[in-house]
Structures are given as structure tokens and as C-alpha cells.
């Protein structure tokens, strides 16, 4: 079997002078789902039309299930794109629209119809069968547009922030409603987004892009964990930065001085090295005796934020590469702006970066 | 609530076209049924049952019919072109199309004849290209009427298309095609069903401007190519036979209004879905 | 197949505009000829029949005649027809949608029509002055024009904007000055631009109502090229088309071309 089922290799796509995609590689395997996560602009969608082919790579190549469709048109790709606010056809209802990939594949009325039904039924969405898709609402618009790109039984699905459209509470649902139904139906699919919860939400693994490349590809924990530079870290999930200087290093550790204090952490720079230290906010608690293996850290507060099931405190720290969120599951009693607070993490917690 | 004082506001406008405007077509329409002893239809019987005038008002139905179709045939595909052309040369080609559009009808007309002329600039490009070996007559050809027609009404096909293709969601053919449509398949089935409207506006405007044409038929055919307009203008200048050209007028009058009220019902149908 | 249907429209569009500017630009060279005739290529060079311009009975007459009509109905145009799209817009007018097709209607009817409609009527009334028929007349011509342009910029402004302009300070006056009127004034401009052309070049209307004295420029030049053709009309034609053409870019400088579109 082949594991990889989608392959792209090398992609590069350019608009005139500007370099969209640059060198891009990645590959997807078979019924997974793959996050392409990055801030807008950064070539997300240009990526999905490129492996669509509603756009041509000017290098590098595209691989389905083993095979280079560089060369074939988009119509005869067999790629599903779910596209961002949807592009039904307004003068077709929502059967219509659902049996138009049909229609156009030549399959017959009657082998259709019982098509479209089982994906309407798929969707929820029997009895709008017969309505206009511009009397629907944005959920349903979604689950139109999911049920028109699965009709078809495409070897891949593309969904281009499917759920930007949608108000919060109902994004929220659908996004678990999509990811399991897409898991009914086995495909392999992949979202485009640039927001980071509904990566987590929907994805097996997340592709963070950054400026036409993908700079790390990882299960979530890995990336919320283990991210791989200083731009992953900022854009999956918060986090207190501090930039710094080494000042000691040896056995797999260095000592960076910050303007907090002394921080150590695993890592490897040369003494003299400008670095930044980071470590997620649910890993510092306020003491000042903690046990062993800490790193202590004295600050001030300047915001306190409550988020119901947990409290984040913001620290004072000059505007610049320092960034302070701590965040703690009740907040102790005599915290508020302008307190003092001892801070504690673990030195294994501790992640270093080579500074921007 | 009080009597909102802002609708007043339509008054002088409303007013002044029921009395210059609505106000003498009804005084027409009555004078074509109104005769020298009372009521009377011998306008109607003389214009519909003179095989003459039968025949002309078959003629302006046929030229604004070639005419609709012609600059159906050009104006759709250009309007697309058109409606893709990118910045800074759609503006351009916009205003190109949008110039003739400006330019008196007298102008073309005249040039149009400069152009067919026997000793004009398509005769002489088709001997310098030798194509042919002596002039050919083109003007007051009824081909030549043709052009000249289609050459003054296709702005108003083209840029009512272009309204509407500009606006469609350019999307839309990129879903068909990941939905496995050919090129062809997604014209027939998305593209061109959505710019109907478009195409509605545009054939109803070119067909009821074309069968009331009145300038360009007589300068480019004379009498050679009697049109409903031209028999009504001799009818009430030339014959002084005002019950003629009432009756020709209110013929007239009833085509425009069918067109109209059918394209205004034909586009809510099409905007209905 | 889809690069072939690129090709077949950018063709059209191409032949489109060759074939419409076609006997647009052909009379330029031909206004400059020094032949009594229009002959293709022109001969030699020469501006006699821009001189001759002026020294043409009644042309020069019938361009200043042209030039008043079409700006007086215009000014009155762009007056009863601001009032109404507002009350249509704003006001509460019983039957608002078939009072706007009623204001739009001249524009679909032949003009031939209504030339004799209005020449009929003019003399019921016994008004045979050909000045002020012809003002009556062109009003109608070019109402909708105005109508058709204020209407839509006026429906498309959110008046929401009108109050956020209050609430930052301005009075209701200075609020409608300063946002209201920067919204519509392409609207404006544009209406103003066509129901000027519409009027400047009318035929069919007119020709009922001139009298040998009181003849549009439309009317003067078809008199003229059925008399005595010859390039003084070319001369006639390419003056017009240049101020045609300065029009249209003044009115791109001001409000861009393309919210000029007319249909
Ligand atoms: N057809 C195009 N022509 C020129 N530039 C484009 C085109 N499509 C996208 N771009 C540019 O490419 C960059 C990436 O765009 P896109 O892939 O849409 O970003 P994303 O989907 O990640 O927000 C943007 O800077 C955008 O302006
Ligand atoms: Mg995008």
C-alpha cells in the first residue's frame, strides 16, 4: 500500500515578481487529515488551486495515490475542493448543485438521483433539496458545498476555510461535525485555515506555512510542544518569551541570561549567542520555593484576564521581542495589576530559539 | 403619522412627464382611432391591410431580428473578453467601446458611408490586398445596412453582458472544473445560464432600438429600405396623413412596450431562482 | 479548449472595437483632405474645410443652438430629477416601482414616437414657438438619463453614513455636504454627461419640432449632407468627436470612467 497518498515535491509558484510558493514540499497520507495553518497571504490557497490545478506550478510536481497529475487540467483531477464561502451556483438548487459533478461526468439521471439523495442525506439536508441555495443559511451553504465536492468521490478533498464564514458557536460545531463525517466517508482531506484552535480541532497533522514554505509539519502536541522556531511557537498557542543572551552552555543545557533573571533550558548555543526562551503558560506556577529542576523568575503583573476555566495574567515587559502570558487555573487571592508574582516552570519546559 | 413630505419631493418631475410626455402619446393613441366622423379604425385597416405596409413593418422586424443577432453573435463573446481584460487595459477597452456610444449617429452614419463608398476605405483595402480587381458597390446594399445597423446598436448589447459577466463570481467555472466539468460543460451550465440577464437587457435594448431605427436606414439604403419609423415620418411630413401615422405610431408603440414589459418578466423569472 | 474560447472572445472584443471605431476614425483623415470629395486615401493636407466651417449657412447657428438646448434641458433635467429619486429613495411614494419605470419610460420608447406625439400635441395647445418646444421636448429626452443615474447612486448610499457623520460633529446640512454629495456625485456627473449627449445629438425628436430658423445641429448636418456633401461635414465630425472625447476624460479625471457605464 501506498502510504503517501498525496506528494507534492518542490512547488514553486510565482505572481509576476512575487514568489508565492518557494520550494514547497509535503506529503499526506492515505485518510489523514492535514492542517495547512498560516497567516493570510502566506500562499495557503494558492497551494489548494495549485493541487487542484485551477492553477499550473511553475515547478515542481503533484502526486495522487502514486500518480503525477502536474500535467492534467482540473476537471480531470478528480480533486474535491470545498471553496472558501462555497461558489454554489446561484441559478441551481441544492440538488442541482449537489448532482452537477455527476451531470458533468456524463453518469446517468437514474444512477444519480439515488447519489445525490445519500449525499444530502450525509448532510442533513434532504429536505432543502429543492430549494434555491440562496435561501440557505451559511451552515447549510457548508454542508451543500461538502455534499457537491463528496458526490463526485473524489481521491482528495480541499477545503478552503470552510469555516470562516460562520458565526463562532456554529463553527464550533461544525468543525466536529465535518471532521467525523469526513472520517465516515474515509477520504483524505485538507483544510486551509489561519485559525490555530481549528487546526487543532479538525487536523491529524498540522502544516504551519510561513511566506510560500511549510516550516514545520506535526501532530499537534509535537507542534504545540515542540514547535520548531520562534514563528510556530507564536502562531500555535501563546506563550512567555523573553529574549536573551547565553551565558553558559554544556551537557545538552545553556544558561541564558534575560531580563527577568537567569533562565536554563535543554538546548545547544554557543556562549555569546542571542537566544529567546519560551515556555507555554499552563507550565508556570507561582511559587517561590518550587521543587527542583525550575526555573524561578520574579515579575510584575499588568493585566489580569479571566477566560472562565482558567486565569491568564499578562506581565509587565517593555514592548519588543519580550511577551509575558502566564496562565493558571484560579487565580490566588491578592493578584492584580501592579502585584509582584514569583514565577516557576520547569527547566525540561524550557524551549530556546536562535533570536529573529 | 403624518403625510411624509419627502414623496412630495416627485411631484414636479412625476407631473411634468404626465404632461409632456404621457399626456400627448395618449392624445396620439386617440388620434389614430379618431377620425374626421367619430370613432373610426381606418388607420389600422389601411396600414394592416395594404400589402406595402404589411410588408414594411415585416422588413423593420426583419432588419432589428439580423440586426439583435448580429450584435448578439459579436457582443457576448467581446463582452467576456472584455470582463477579463485585467486593470488598467480593461478600463481602455472599456472606454473604446464606450466612445462610439457618444458619437452622434449622424457621424457614424456618414463615416460608415465613407467607409462603403466605392472609392471608400474597405474597397480600397480590398483592391490593395487584392481581393478584388475593381471596386465593388457595397453602399445601399441591404448587407451594408446591416453592418451599418449592427455597427451603431452593439455597445448596448455589449455593455449590459459585460455588467453582468463582470460580476459573476469567478469561482464558480473553478468549482465546475473540480467537479470534473470540461470547459464546455461549465459554459453551458453555469456561465451562460448566469449571464442570461445580462443577454435579456442587452437583446431587448438592441431589438426595440434597432425596429424603430429611423437615421441609419435612411442614410445608408434612402428609400430603398422602408422602415415603420420612415413610413410614420412621411406619413405625418410628406402625406400629412396623420391617421396613418398614428396608427403606425401605436404600432410601433406596441412592440416597444412587449419587448419591455416581456424582458422585465423574463428577468424576474431569471432572477427568481 | 478553454484557451480556444479565450481566443474566440479576445477576437471579438478586438473586431468589436475595429468595427466600432472604424467609421468613427475614418472621417479624420478625410476632414483634412484637400479633394472637394471624400475619396479613399485622402489627398494632400489641408484645413479649408475647417474654415469653411464658419462660413457654412447656419452651422456654426445650429452648434451654439445645440449647445444651449442641451445644457438648459440638462440643468432642468438634473433638477426635477434629483427631487424625484430622492422622494423615490427616501419618501414614502405610493407605487414607488412603476412610478420609477414611469420616470425611466421615455428612454424605451421611439423617439420617432414621441416626436410626433409631442408635435401634435404642441399644436392642440397652439404652441408653435420652436425653441421652447424643442426645450419641452428634450427635458423628456433627457430626464431618465438623469433619473436613471441618481436613483442608483442614491440607493446604493447607506444613509447610515449621514448619521455616523452626525454623531462625529457635522450638522445635518454639513453631513448630507460633505458625505452625501461625494457619494453621488458620480451619479451626477455621469446623468448630467448623457442626458447632454442625448439631447446634443438627438434626431428623431427634433426633426418634428425645428422650424427653417430654429434647426438642431443633428438636423442642420443631415440637411447639409443631402444638399452639398462634401469633408466640411468630416470637419464637423472630427470636431465633435474631439469634444466628445475631451468630455469623456474630464469625466474620468472626475468621477472614472467606468461608474460612467450607461447600461
Ligand atoms: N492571481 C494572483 N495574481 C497575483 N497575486 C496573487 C494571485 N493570487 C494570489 N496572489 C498573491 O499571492 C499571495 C498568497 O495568496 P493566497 O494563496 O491567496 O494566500 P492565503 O490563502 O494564504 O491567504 C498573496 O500575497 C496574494 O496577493
Ligand atoms: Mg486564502
Known sequence: ?356 | MKRDPLGLLALPGVGYLALVFLAPLLLLLWSSVRGPEGWTLDGYVRLLGDPYYRGVIAASLQLALITTGGALLLGYPAAFALARARGGWQVVLFALIFLPLTVSIIVKSFGWGIVLRRDGILNWALLNLGLIERPVRMIFTEGALYAGMINVFLPFMVLPIFAVVRMLDPRLPDAAATLGASPWFSFRRVTLPLSLPGVVAGVSLVFSLSVAAYVTPSLLMGDRYMTMSMVMAKAFLNLRDWQLGAAMAAVLLAMALAVVVGAAALQRRLGGR | MERLGRWLSGGALALVILFLLLPILVVIPVSFTEAPVFRFPPEGFSLQWYEKIGRVDGLLGAIGLSARLALLATVISLLLGTLCAIALVRGVVPGAAAVSAFMLSPLMLPGLVLGIAMLQALREVGLRDAWWSLLLAHVVITLPFVMRTVLASLSLFDFGMVDAARTLGCSYPVALWRVLVPNILPGFVSGALFAFIASFDNYPVSMFLVDVRTKTLPIQLLNYLEISPDPTLAAVSTCLIALTVAILLLCDRLVGLRRLAPV
Do not use: W
Not at chain 1, 106 to 132: H, Q
Open chain 1, 1 to 356: 500500500m501506498n502510504d503517501q497518498h498525496l506528494a507534492v515535491r518542490g512547488a514553486s509558484k510565482r505572481f509576476g515578481t512575487a514568489s508565492v510558493l518557494d520550494d514547497l514540499s509535503l506529503a499526506v497520507a492515505r485518510g489523514e487529515f492535514v492542517s495547512l495553518l498560516g497567516p493570510s497571504g502566506c500562499g495557503k490557497t494558492t497551494l489548494l488551486r495549485c493541487i487542484a490545478g485551477l492553477l499550473r506550478l511553475d515547478a515542481g510536481s503533484i502526486a495522487v495515490a502514486g500518480r503525477d497529475i502536474s500535467a492534467l487540467p482540473a476537471h480531470r483531477r478528480n480533486v474535491g475542493v470545498v471553496f472558501q464561502n462555497y461558489a454554489l451556483f446561484p441559478h441551481l438548487t441544492v440538488a442541482q448543485n449537489i448532482g452537477f459533478g455527476l451531470r458533468a461526468q456524463g453518469v446517468r439521471a437514474a444512477e444519480a438521483a439515488p447519489r445525490i439523495a445519500e449525499a444530502l442525506a450525509l448532510v442533513r439536508m434532504a429536505e432543502f433539496a429543492d430549494r434555491p441555495v440562496t435561501a440557505l443559511s451559511g451552515g447549510q451553504q457548508q454542508r451543500v458545498a461538502v455534499a457537491r465536492a463528496l458526490v463526485v468521490r473524489p481521491t482528495l478533498l480541499l477545503l478552503d476555510e470552510p469555516f470562516s464564514a460562520l458565526d463562532r458557536k456554529l463553527r464550533e460545531t461544525m468543525q466536529v461535525e465535518l471532521k467525523h463525517l469526513l472520517r465516515e466517508v474515509g477520504i483524505t482531506a485538507i483544510f486551509v485555515t489561519h485559525d490555530q484552535e481549528e487546526a487543532l480541532v479538525v487536523s491529524d497533522r498540522i502544516a504551519v506555512m510561513n511566506a510560500g514554505r511549510i516550516e514545520q509539519l506535526a501532530d499537534p502536541a509535537t507542534l504545540y510542544q515542540r514547535p520548531a522556531s520562534l514563528y510556530v511557537l507564536d502562531f500555535v498557542g501563546q506563550s512567555m518569551r523573553l529574549g536573551g543572551t547565553v551565558s553558559a552552555a554544556g551537557l545538552g543545557e545553556v544558561t541564558v541570561e534575560t531580563r527577568l533573571g537567569t533562565v536554563r533550558a535543554p538546548g545547544a548555543f554557543a556562549p555569546g549567542s542571542r537566544v529567546v526562551v519560551a515556555v507555554r503558560p499552563e507550565a508556570v506556577t507561582l511559587t517561590e520555593t518550587p521543587p527542583g529542576g525550575r526555573n524561578t523568575l520574579a515579575a510584575r503583573v499588568s493585566e489580569v484576564s479571566f477566560l472562565g476555566s482558567r486565569t491568564q495574567l499578562h506581565l509587565d515587559l517593555p514592548a519588543g521581542e519580550d511577551r509575558g502570558v502566564v496562565e493558571l487555573p484560579r487565580l490566588p487571592p491578592g493578584i492584580g495589576p501592579g502585584s509582584a508574582v514569583p514565577l516557576a516552570f520547569p527547566i525540561a519546559d524550557t524551549m530556546v530559539f536562535p533570536a529573529a
